[in-house]
């Protein structure tokens, strides 16, 4: 009986596993835009060979590894976390790498199957389809993992082994002790009477083996499989369960690991007045995820009724929803909201949404009142049909910013948001919170404003944004990098990754069994260290966590490892 349930669960959880590996699929894309006779067309990914162009945009699945060949757009921007972990999207060129022996980073014109493009339109053509692309690499490379004896199997095999020596001697210890007693006449003979006590000895040694101890064994460990199924934990193999108990060091990344990997809006900063102290004025938003539900709360921590009455917010509210290129839905399957583009300007469109809209008093409880998918971007939609976008100049790495131009009744605005210390420079002008008005940027408040970025980036561990505008001329219709100059600051938004609600209980229970944690990450090193140190704050006692850091030196990667103690 015992053997026939650990076959029965050895078959399920091992079937799970292979079920487990085939779902990679599901990161490969279903369709993909490919030059076939002379145009254009959309066919099954599954149809795409080496040496296709592809096209690929804004929101697509990447269908196999391409090497790009054209860009169509200003730059081409891929989130590739889930073959990475960055956390980052990443932008692509069409100039080949120089660096020897090149990592998936390194391979700035290559685009990876099942990565998501988050930013740009470009071509590129196949060089690698199915189990030949770096997401079937991994699943090759899990499916050709070789056996190798687990802690417990060498243990019991040495135990064995000893057992199997000392019963031997016992055996024929017993055996010469008895020659004296082999004429017994009772045996009828030498030959029989030896023969009778090789049978005894035999049937020591048959009574000596524990012939239970591998169906005992199996039973403990079929029942660590059915547990840890029942916590999520996919078993590829019986004996791994065990290899758990013997856990020594666990080396984690952070991204998507140890955070949620939604980012969040979750502190503003804007500028109160220049006649009063303090200057400028915080507000905090609650809500972790990309999910619209979240409230604004002042400094003394009361929740703001009517964010929009606040000029500041309402125009953080109006730049945030129109300059952006991401999009945010709901999806009924797993019913949650999902993000199609640049995790940060995702996280603009759920501040909009938070914020809400001007001139109705009842809109808090009425955006309540619609369906989930109408509730995603009831707010950006809003401020999309109030103005018209006319022009955009899209983010670059040397401005670090990025604008768009919109008209609404006969008037002109260009919105810009990007690095803080790119917007704020090209600043003559604040938008005090409040009355409305626009008054001149001074060394003072500047020096204010570059404190709170400081506090936000330094002590927060937040990722910053700054946004801004500027009243065009009437009728302009185009954009160009002299435009971005003598704009009005509007805010400062700091966004957060937040870390998941179980990992101090994780890390705590780590720590309390002797393992030591290690967390692997290529984001900057000051920044991690204060993240781990809010993560693990709330601990009694001193513990110590290591860290290796990744840092990105002229195309290679440099391994440091950091020990942090709290």
């Known amino acids: 009986m015992i053997l026939a349930a650990n076959a029965a669960v050895g078959v399920i959880t091992e079937t799970n596993a ?19 006779n002379g145009c254009f067309s959309i066919l099954p990914a599954t149809e795409l060979v080496p040496g296709d162009i592809v096209e690929v945009g804004v929101g ?84 050709r ?19 199997a020596k000392v019963i ?29 006590y090789f049978k005894v000895a035999v049937a020591l040694a048959v009574a000596a083996i524990p012939e239970g101890l591998p169906a005992v064994v199996t039973t403990c460990l079929a029942l660590g499989t059915k547990r840890m199924a029942r916590l999520n934990a996919i078993v590829r193999s019986l004996p791994s369960v065990e290899t758990l ?22 502190k503003v ?34 929740q703001l009724e009517f964010p929009p009455q606040s000029p500041c917010l309402l125009h953080i509210a109006m730049c945030s929803a129109l300059c952006n290129e991401s999009t945010l839905q709901y999806n009924p399957d797993k019913k949650s909201y999902e993000k199609i583009g640049e995790s940060t300007e995702v996280a603009l469109r759920v501040l909009v949404e938070k914020v809400g809209l001007p001139g109705f008093d009842s809109m808090p409880s009425a955006l309540n009142m619609l369906t989930k998918h109408e509730r995603a971007s009831y707010c950006n939609h809003y401020w999309e049909n109030q103005f018209r976008k006319i022009s955009v100049l899209d983010f670059s790495r040397d401005r670090k910013m990025m604008s768009v131009l919109c008209s609404r009744k006969q008037q002109e605005i260009m919105f810009s948001k990007g690095a803080p210390e790119s917007v704020m420079a090209r600043c003559t002008h604040i938008l005090c919170n409040d009355d409305g008005s626009s008054v001149p940027l001074t060394m003072d408040i500047r020096n204010e404003l570059e404190a709170r970025f400081q506090s936000f980036a330094g002590k927060d561990t937040l990722r910053c944004l700054a946004l801004a505008l500027k009243r065009m001329p009437e009728g302009q219709q185009s954009l160009s990098y002299a435009d971005e100059a003598n704009l009005t600051f509007i805010g400062l938004v700091g966004m957060l990754d937040p870390p998941r609600d179980e990992v101090h209980s994780a890390i705590h229970s780590c720590m309390s069994a002797g393992i030591r944690v290690i967390v692997v990450t290529g984001d900057n090193k000051v920044g991690e260290h204060i993240c781990l140190f809010l993560l693990l ?3 009694d006692t001193v513990e110590k966590i290591n860290m290796c850091c990744f840092s990105p030196l002229q195309n290679l990667y440099v391994g440091k490892l950091v020990r942090l103690s709290i």
């Open 18 to 36: 292979e079920k487990a590996l085939e779902e990679l699929r599901a990161y490969q894309a279903d369709v993909a835009t490919v030059l076939r």
């Open 60 to 143: 697509c699945k990447v269908p196999a590894d391409m090497r790009m060949v054209e860009m169509l757009s200003h730059q081409l921007r891929v989130d590739q976390a889930i073959l990475t972990g960055e956390s980052c999207s990443v932008a692509k060129e069409l100039d080949s790498t120089s660096a020897m022996n090149a990592v998936y980073q390194d391979k700035t014109n290559i685009l990876f199957s099942g990565t998501v493009v988050v930013a740009g339109r470009a071509r590129a053509v196949v060089i690698g389809v199915g189990s030949n692309t770096a997401m079937g690499s991994i699943r090759d490379a899990m499916l």
């Open 145 to 163: 993992t070789e056996d190798e004896a687990t802690p417990l199997k060498k243990k019991l095999d040495e135990f064995g082994t000893f057992l």
């Open 168 to 196: 031997a001697g016992i055996c024929i210890l017993v055996w010469v002790v008895n020659i004296g007693h082999f004429r017994d006449p009772s045996h009828g003979g030498f030959l029989r009477g030896a023969i009778h």
């Open 245 to 266: 108990g013997c856990t020594t060091v666990i080396c984690s990344d952070k991204t998507g690991t140890l955070t949620t990997n939604m980012m969040s809006v979750s």
């Open 269 to 302: 900063c804007v500028v109160r007045s220049v006649h009063q102290r303090p200057i400028t004025d915080e507000y905090s938003i609650s809500g972790t995820t990309f999910a619209p539900d979240g409230f604004i709360y002042d400094a003394s921590e009361n």
């Open 537 to 539: 704050r709330s601990f």
